[in-house]
């Protein structure tokens, strides 16, 4: 069986990797080809396209990479007509996936959607009808989500979600502490994001709150975890512009997480990870302003939505504080995150758990891909 996968996100690239591991495992015939990035290509894809340095979020970030995702998108058609899959499998990233299941449609081949289009939280009617129409079977990762998509007419399959399976650390606690130095210094963990936006937006704010934090805690240490082989250059510049004396760790994300007394994070994935592992965690994010006045008075987002972050939103109500655009200031986030290291607590996340289902997820989302390519 031959699937050909699609993602231009380093979180799709994550949970692709997990996703086609768990399906390699249980059924090792099963090929994978297409576009993705490392962690795609270390659970055995053959990773022809790497679109993830292309990331960007909002409207007139993405302008300046529009010619790339266009070309980009050209030759994952022609890969879908030469090779002539089973099925496509798209993952996140979102504009660029919806274009190429319009197509693959068109020519006949099966389309599969993992971690869909967010068009239930943000969307309009239209585009969650739209999504419903196009993918052939919606893997469903928020309850809320398959019900929404499921009333639109949608194939869906929900048993919860993925990152109940893939956020877990890889060495104990013990080994923990000690390789990293935790014991019983206060530890914080930097998150500034995988895209070239947020390093150079966003970083600079995390690095200057981390100063003022360390004004109120001389003995404190601070950690970036590399999710990305090719920004680790650009986190290092801006370490150094800095000043500051900050280590940075590659591979043991959960590990640094787990241990950590506070994330401070562009919001992304990395809230949902953290607050899994219970480690308190701060979000901050900022985008041009033209794109944030498109989203608030056009698109209306904030009339849809209360939160940015998803474990705000999952459970109405503000478990990881949230800086967004002008809020997002050094000083407001070092007080932010002076007051939670001052409380010593872990975050309270059970309700959260509750929300996001049992484990295991991913072998029976890998079961129902196979099935539904077989049987259809």
Known sequence: MKIVVSTGEISGDLHGAALISTIKELFPQTTFIGMGSAK?????????????????IGLIEALPNIFKVYKMLTKMKKLLRKEKPDALL???????????????????????????????????????????????????????????YLNAGGHLIYFGHPLLDIVKPLLSQEERQKRFNAGNKKLVCLCPGSRLQEINKIFPVLLEAAKIIQGTFPDISFIVPISSQWIKNNIEEKINESGMQINMVEGYQYDVISVSSLVIAASGTINMEASILGTPNIMAYMVNPLTYWIGKY?????????????????????????????????????????EILKSQKRLDNKKLLQKLGNPPVLSKIAGKIIDFINKN
């Open 90 to 148: 798209l993952i996140d990233t979102q504009g660029f996936n919806i274009l190429l299941a319009e197509y693959a449609k068109k020519i006949g081949i099966k389309t599969i959607y993992y971690i869909p289009p967010q068009e239930w939280l943000w969307g309009t009617q239209r585009g969650i009808r739209k999504i419903a129409k196009t993918i052939d079977l919606i893997i469903s990762i928020f309850e809320n989500e398959n019900s929404i």
């Open 298 to 338: 056009i698109l209306r987002i904030d009339k849809k939505i209360k939160f940015f972050s998803m474990p705000n939103i999952l459970l109405n109500y503000e478990l990881v504080p949230e800086f967004v655009q002008s809020k997002a200031r050094p000083d407001i986030i070092a007080d932010k995150a002076i």
């Open 40 to 56: 795609m290509r270390a659970a055995g894809a053959d990773i022809l396209f790497d679109m993830t340095p292309q990331g960007t």
